[in-house]
């Protein structure tokens, strides 16, 4: 696919491996020299969420949803669609958008990914490097004849007053339940919640909503 003023670039597979690659057409001209430089870079890795195209919706300000096939880029953190397959791919800036069933808000003029709301929500950063082969090593260099690679992570906040706050780590995450922080630690231990994991945090925030608004 495509994207408006950008290289043409696609994403494939590789078939020894199976690696999921990016591939970047370049087609350049010098007319004062009169030279021609035609080549094509590949990847391992890409910089879009969950390495592909998908359908996916945005809401409007009426609250009808608009059906897409979009692309969400986590390096640039910008949304790709496509409205006709025989143009070339859009940016846009929406508020919001789901992809492969996973909800992006737009706070403090960056995506995060909705995973838990309540009295505290909780938002998840999705983060994507470009690591060169021909930089110094990092120990996240592709291996065999790739460029380099798209290496992705992740971060967890809150949502707090408007203004998105990343969760501390280690013992202070827990200083955030207040008089509520024996129960919850109590929660994680017998439970054995693992607080560094989405899923870790999600159950330990709804336990806090239970402990906040009991049935």
């Known amino acids: 696919m495509q994207i408006a003023g950008s290289s043409d670039s696609k994403i494939v597979v590789n078939k020894k491996n199976g690696d999921t690659t990016f591939q970047a057409y370049y087609n350049s001209r010098d007319v004062v020299n009169n030279t021609h430089q035609e080549f094509t870079k590949t990847y391992k890795g890409t910089p879009f969420f969950k390495n592909g195209w998908y359908k996916g919706k945005i809401s409007t300000e009426s609250g009808k949803d608009m059906e897409f096939l979009m ?25 919001a958008f789901t992809i492969m069933g996973h909800h992006f808000s737009k706070f403090e003029n960056a995506y995060y990914e909705v ?101």
């Open 71 to 95: 692309a969400f880029n986590v390096q640039k953190n910008e949304l790709y669609i496509v409205e006709d397959i025989n143009k070339d791919a859009i940016a846009i800036k929406p508020e």
């Open 115 to 215: 995973i838990h709301i309540s009295k505290n929500t909780l938002l998840k950063e999705h983060s994507c490097i470009l690591h060169s082969s021909s930089t110094d090593k990092t120990g996240y260099e592709a291996s065999g004849d790739y460029e380099g690679e798209f290496v992705k992570s992740s971060k967890f906040f809150i949502l707090k007053d408007e203004s998105v706050i990343q969760l501390p780590r280690s013992k202070n995450f827990l200083n955030l339940f207040g008089d509520k922080k024996p129960l919850v630690e109590q929660y994680v231990k017998a439970n054995n919640i693992n607080l560094k994991t989405e899923n870790g945090l999600v159950s330990t925030f709804k336990y806090y909503d239970s402990l906040e608004n009991p049935q």
